[in-house]
């Protein structure tokens, strides 16, 4: 099937949609039409995706987490970077200063945080304008999304989420609860474990029926019908973000404050800088740390002061035995115990297994077999 068909297919059903009356004898066809469109797209963005020519970014993630900083051309990320890291972007005031990935590397209490600064994302990234799946393909590798923008165009953030969500980036959301299990025979059955008031048995049915023949479906969370196929897709990325507004001190203080809270109504994590006056850089430090839930556990070797120049870094929620898998491959085979002082322990010196769950700042002892 060639490009030019699918596109034709794709807009036949975009039309259908628009024309169709929306309600609740319909919203199981429109659920339909949606599923079509979105296995189309998927089906187009393979094939252009084989085609492509060029070389693509190499980039070796390294240190503790890395953040991708997107934003239109000119907007002030490389001036950023180098505020934050050790690298050494080009700065121009004029667009598509940089080309390729550059890489920093921001040290920021004990964490090492790898910041990319990316090519400018225009409109038409997701067909490839720009070198936009060079650029979407890396910002799928990030643990957190630094959306930038200019304080004078706050236009441009929504312009950048619909590139990221048309190419399956899924912002500030979490992948819905729903199991599907491919079955033999005996149709698609569908149960739950919560009462669902957005999708009727009826629509979760048809949109199925795009995707599979038989087939159970477990939905533990009140979902729509786009994460329903999200779901079936099966290739959605979700990824943390947060935005930065840049050159504040080009806008009055009221425009600004408008502007924050035009962003925050929907829903999003937002600081103003200025990169060039290095203003507010290390609020902006104190939220990437926040948002990538990094926490700091300093080691405290037998009989010694803990070290407090090196933490280990883990994610909030981590445990013993991932700090464990960090340190050595061996402390899991040889593990007996071991000690916590801080907020995760009952007492100072806790003696703890493996499952213990840690909290930032917490000091830590493992004991191993010799």
């Given at each position: 099937?060639?490009?030019?068909?699918?596109d034709?297919?794709?807009?036949?059903?975009?039309e259908e949609?628009?024309?169709?009356?929306k309600?609740k004898?319909?919203?199981?066809?429109?659920?339909?039409?949606k599923?079509?469109?979105?296995?189309?797209?998927?089906?187009?963005?393979?094939?252009?995706?084989?085609?492509?020519k060029?070389?693509?970014?190499?980039?070796?993630?390294?240190?503790?987490?890395?953040?991708?900083?997107?934003?239109?051309p000119?907007?002030g990320?490389?001036?950023?970077l180098?505020?934050?890291?050790?690298?050494?972007?080009r700065?121009g005031?004029?667009e598509?200063?940089?080309?390729?990935?550059?890489?920093?590397m921001?040290?920021?209490?004990?964490?090492?945080?790898?910041?990319?600064?990316l090519?400018?994302?225009?409109?038409g990234?997701?067909?490839?304008?720009?070198?936009?799946r060079?650029?979407?393909?890396?910002?799928?590798?990030?643990?957190?999304?630094?959306?930038?923008?200019d304080?004078?165009?706050?236009?441009?953030?929504?312009?950048?989420?619909?590139?990221?969500?048309r190419?399956?980036i899924?912002?500030?959301?979490?992948?819905?609860?729903?199991?599907?299990?491919?079955?033999?025979?005996?149709?698609?059955?569908?149960?739950?474990?919560?009462?669902?008031?957005?999708?009727?048995?009826?629509?979760?049915?048809?949109?199925?029926?795009?995707?599979?023949t038989?087939?159970?479906?477990?939905?533990?969370?009140?979902?729509?019908?786009?994460?329903?196929?999200?779901v079936?897709?099966?290739?959605?990325?979700?990824?943390?973000?947060?935005?930065?507004?840049?050159?504040?001190?080009?806008v009055?203080?009221?425009?600004?404050?408008?502007?924050?809270?035009?962003?925050?109504?929907?829903?999003w994590?937002?600081?103003?800088?200025?990169a060039?006056?290095?203003?507010?850089l290390?609020q902006?430090?104190?939220?990437?740390?926040s948002?990538?839930?990094?926490?700091?556990?300093?080691?405290?070797?037998?009989?010694?002061?803990?070290?407090?120049?090196?933490?280990?870094?883990?994610k909030k929620?981590?445990?013993?035995?991932?700090?464990?898998?960090?340190?050595h491959?061996?402390?899991?085979?040889?593990?007996?115990?071991?000690q916590?002082?801080g907020?995760?322990?009952k007492?100072?010196?806790?003696?703890?297994?493996l499952?213990?769950?840690?909290?930032?700042?917490?000091?830590?002892?493992?004991?191993?077999?010799r």
């Open positions: 099937m060639k490009d030019s068909t699918i034709e297919q794709i807009n036949k059903i975009e949609i628009f024309n169709t009356q309600n004898a319909t919203e199981h066809h429109i659920g339909k039409l599923a079509k469109i979105a296995r189309l797209r998927d089906l187009s963005d393979i094939r252009k995706s084989t085609i492509t060029g070389k693509g970014f190499a980039i070796k993630k390294s240190g503790d987490a890395t953040i991708g900083l997107i934003g239109f000119s907007v990320k490389s001036t950023l180098n505020r934050l890291t050790d690298a050494n972007s700065v005031e004029y598509f200063t940089t080309l390729d990935v550059i890489p920093g921001m040290l920021y209490n004990g964490a090492k945080i790898q910041i990319l600064d090519p400018g994302l225009i409109t990234a997701y067909k490839g304008k720009g070198r936009g060079e650029i979407i393909s890396a910002i799928r590798n990030v643990d957190l999304i630094l959306f930038m923008i304080s004078r165009n706050i236009d441009q953030l929504e312009l950048m989420t619909k590139e990221l969500y190419s399956g899924r912002l500030n959301q979490k992948k819905p609860d729903v199991t599907i299990k491919k079955t033999g025979q005996g149709g698609i059955n569908v149960k739950s474990t919560i009462k669902l008031t957005r999708l009727s048995e009826i629509t979760i049915k048809s949109i199925s029926s795009e995707y599979i038989n087939g159970e479906i477990l939905i533990r969370e009140d979902i729509d019908e786009d994460q329903l196929i999200d079936f897709m099966n290739n959605r990325i979700y990824v943390p973000s947060i935005v930065v507004i840049n050159k504040k001190d080009l009055s203080n009221n425009k600004l404050s408008i502007n924050i809270k035009k962003i925050k109504n929907k829903k994590n937002v600081i103003a800088i200025s060039a006056k290095n203003l507010e290390n902006l430090k104190n939220l990437f740390i948002e990538l839930n990094i926490m700091r556990i300093f080691m405290k070797p037998i009989g010694k002061d803990p070290d407090y120049d090196e933490p280990l870094i883990l929620g981590q445990n013993v035995e991932d700090a464990c898998k960090k340190l491959r061996d402390f899991i085979k040889k593990f007996r115990y071991a916590i002082w907020k995760s322990a007492y100072s010196g806790q003696k703890v297994g499952e213990h769950i840690l909290s930032d700042n917490d000091l830590m002892t493992i004991v191993i077999s």
